[in-house]
């Protein structure tokens, strides 16, 4: 089956620092990818999605490329803040109605 | 519009005992997935319902079991427990078919400590 493997947190970074999570996965074919993002206290929510090679998905400034020849989805933010802080997860699916996420990496920014 | 309801939001029990767990889907969605996320990790699926059937089930054990109402929302029953169960639980709403954006909406969770 699908499975995504993600770099080990936690990152601490200083504010305005540049962040790249890594991310790999293993699927048969060309799966929809995701990164959702778990604030303190909070459930997961979508932070951006490619459906397709080569497709960059972009959001709150963060921005991640499905690369195929790779198998990766790294997820990038050239400036990160405090708010940020928060867990990250990859995810795709496996099969039509399951998901797989990732173990998640620990983002904390330091003012 | 309301998003994804669950309770109880934290909750203890003792090994052996039972726990049901409850989920209003967002508005307009058909479809409701549960997943569990253990300290440090990733959520991991149990089942999905739709149309008040299970239509698909992860890899967890006969003691979780899960129902879908008329209204779309759900309720997960884990029973017999264990240690090992302590987790939070998430639920997740989605649409089926041609509506489907591959999003998942998820609740705050319940957060389940089993003594």
């Known amino acids: 089956g699908n499975s995504v493997t993600q770099m080990e947190g936690p990152v601490t970074l200083s504010e305005e620092a540049f962040l790249t999570i890594n991310c790999t996965y293993t699927a048969t074919g060309y799966p929809s990818l995701f990164w959702y993002v778990q604030y303190p206290g909070e459930g997961l929510q979508l932070l951006l999605k490619?459906?397709?090679?080569?497709d960059k998905g972009s959001n709150k400034g963060f921005e991640a490329t499905y690369r195929k020849e790779t198998t990766s989805f790294h997820l990038e933010k050239g400036s990160v803040q405090v708010s940020d802080s928060a867990v990250y997860f990859c995810a795709l699916p496996s099969g039509t109605y399951k998901y797989i996420f990732g173990t998640g990496t620990r983002l904390k920014v330091l003012a | 519009d309301a998003g994804v309801t669950q309770s109880p939001t934290h909750l203890i029990k003792t090994r052996g005992q039972q726990v049901t767990l409850r989920c209003s889907p967002k508005?307009?969605?058909?479809?409701v997935s549960w997943y569990q996320q253990a300290l440090g990790q990733g959520p991991q699926f149990i089942f999905q319902y739709y149309e008040e059937e299970e239509r698909q089930r992860g890899n967890f054990p006969d003691r979780f079991s899960g129902h879908q109402f008329p209204n779309y929302s759900s309720e997960l029953n884990v029973n017999a427990l264990l240690l090992g169960d302590s987790a939070l639980y998430l639920c997740?709403?989605?649409?089926?078919?041609?509506?489907?954006?591959?999003?998942?909406?998820f609740g705050e969770g319940s957060r389940l400590t089993v003594l």
């Open positions: 508005s307009g969605h058909d479809t």
């Open positions: 490619a459906t397709k090679a080569d």
């Open positions: 997740a709403s989605s649409l089926t078919g041609t509506r489907n954006t591959g999003e998942l909406f």
